[in-house]
């Protein structure tokens, strides 16, 4: 699914039997009484709405309660042909998250709509996964502290109609960006983006049932010549669409190379273009970042494989003794055994030292069993993981592992090496990178210092505020003075309400400048007292070495 563009508009309005309250109860899902016609209205959704409402800040408190609102409009509207409310539905991206979504949805209406003094009924609807999208009811007149004023005609304006159409395209357009999507969506009709599509014509009740029917039409003939004709435009447009969009990538590898090559060193070039082999690819930091990501996870499985060899190692090792343990107590059996038989009891004069030599032999066997008995059940757990059940199966086992251990771990050892080799010319193409990043900010800074001489902090300027600053410079076509943002900020200031001046886009770009401008004075101010300060440091151990010549 993409995303995709819609947007439309239309006039609530009692002349075609509509209801203000009665359309708020069906977008919010609420239970709301029509005071003015004592009937309730519930729409019950399985999915219910996530609704809201935005009001000026001006706005009585009542605004909030949605059936109220909604009956005051009612009430101010005394004409059987009046209109009640303005709603709009629009299409939500799919590349959005529910919160990013939200995110959008309030900013969007809180500038185009509730800054210019209207109040907003926002119902987001997600029951149909394949449609999200949501309503807005704005109201017509304006608001007072003390209820509803008169009807604002500028907003019924055409032209305004469209400045929301394409800022509605360019908010999301901007959410899609930052979210890190690649689509977009315009408000442009096919037409006006250079798409020619016909459109078909109008069946009928005739020929649509001689159509269901599987009777050729000539207006079915035509819709489908029409059809075919408009499935190859949207072919035609789709290769010029890529073919675009191949253009706007090569020149943007274009660009990144030229800046690599501008504001890296020989020897980072080299570092850049080994990273660009192995990872045949463009050594972009996204592009190492991922691979990064690969190697780490290859390095640690690599790892883990070393471990378990190094694991089943030690244990046949301890195995191979356990076996090497019992054979010697199974000789020591055999042994105290034969000694026992081998005594001659019918030499009456050997009797005594015959019993002891017989009580040894016996205490012999027993510890040497029992020594056979432990090491035997403690194999019990080798013999379930390495699936061997005699000595001779062992045996073969314990051949087969010494001649494949060796040669395994030297393997994942080289592999282990060759991945942190890769990792480190990653990350020092990395590095390159991130330097020509610095070396071309403090060249896009010093072009900009070259703007300003009566402002030497300006190289201290963080990057962000300057891009800002320069954006400002080249939307009016001369380089504005910081005294003249001061004077600007002040005046936003004394026009705009408290309540809505943190959502002012305007003023917090200017105030952010202005707040960078105050930080890069401190820091020069404060090199500069350290630079003093080693100077005097200086100066001092000079003279005490004077001094003593």
Known sequence: MMAIYHFSAQMISRSKGQSAVASAAYRSGERLT????????????????????????????WV??????????????????????????IALPFELSYEEQNELILAYIQNQFVNKGMIADIAIHRDDPN????????????ITPDGFGKKNREWNDRSLLEEWREQWADYANIALEKAGSQERISHLSNEARGIEQMPGVHLGHVAHDMEKKGIQTDRGNINRERQEYNAVVIDLQKYREEKEDLQKELARKQEQQEKVERFNTPSELIVLKRAEHVLKNEPSLSNIEKRMEQLHKLESKVEENIRFLHSNHEKIKEAAKHYETIVVNE???????????????????????????????ETTI????????????????YRQQFH????????TLHFEHSTSYRTELESNRDQLSAIQTEKELLQNAKTALNNAEIRQQEDFLKQLADQYPEHPEIQYLEFSAAKELDKLNKQYQETIPIEAIQKAVVEIKQNLP????????????????????????REMLREREINQQKTNKKVKTQKRSHRGI
């Open 34 to 61: 029509d005071e003015r016609t004592n009937e309730t209205k519930h729409y019950k959704r399985k999915v219910k709405p996530e609704t809201i409402i935005l009001s000026p800040f001006h706005s009585p408190d």
């Open 64 to 89: 909030e309660d949605r059936e109220r609102l909604w009956n005051e409009v009612e009430k101010s509207e005394t004409r059987k042909n009046s209109q009640l409310a303005r709603e709009i539905n």
């Open 131 to 142: 449609n999200p999208h949501f309503h807005v009811m704005l109201t017509t007149r304006e």
């Open 331 to 361: 000789q020591k059996v055999k042994e105290s055994e034969q000694k026992i038989e081998s005594i001659n009891w019918k030499n009456v004069f050997k009797f005594s030292e015959n019993r002891k030599i017989k009580a040894t032999a």
């Open 366 to 381: 027993a510890k040497a069993q029992k020594l056979i008995h432990q090491y035997n059940t403690e194999l019990n757990s």
């Open 388 to 395: 061997f059940n005699t000595q001779k199966e062992f045996n």
């Open 498 to 521: 408290k309540e809505i001046q943190s959502q002012n886009i305007g003023l917090s770009t200017l105030e952010g400048i202005l707040r960078a401008f105050e930080q890069a004075d």
